[in-house]
Nanobody
Framework: VQLQASGGGLVQGGGSLRLSCAAS????????MGWFRQAPGKQRELIAT???????TYADSVRGRFTISRDNAKNTVSLQMNSLKSEDTAVYYC????????????WGQGTQVTVSS
């Protein structure tokens, strides 16, 4: 699975951004999809997941502000980010979890989100 993320940019604190991730193949629907982020000097963290049935999980740091969604017909997963804070500044990655290894084996290239205070 090849993934292409888009939608990052510069936004003021309190603003919103929507990230999108397009998958290259029709087996997209069998994968749990996740959004990760990595801030400068910090480890990459998993912030949201969505399973094949639409069930979602969120990290405490984004719960209530971010919403992950998927469109299996279009092979896309999105992350709606509201009430952005300066601490949300990071490179954001979409990833697909293999149904065989249960690891996130497939990654998009990352998109920069910068929130100004």
């Amino acid at each position: 699975v090849q993934l292409q993320a888009s939608g990052g940019g510069l936004v003021q604190g309190g603003g919103s951004l929507r990230l999108s991730c397009a998958a290259s193949e029709g087996t997209f629907s069998v994968h749990v999809m996740g959004w990760f982020r990595q801030a400068p000097g910090k480890q990459r963290e998993l912030i949201a997941t969505i399973n094949t049935f639409g069930g979602t999980t969120y990290a405490d740091s984004v719960r209530g502000r971010f919403t992950i969604s998927r469109d299996n017909a279009k092979n896309t997963v999105s992350l709606q980010m509201n009430s952005l804070k300066s601490e949300d500044t990071a490179v954001y990655y979409c990833a697909a979890r293999s149904p065989v290894t249960y690891r996130y084996d497939y990654w998009g290239q990352g998109t920069q989100v910068t929130v100004s205070s």
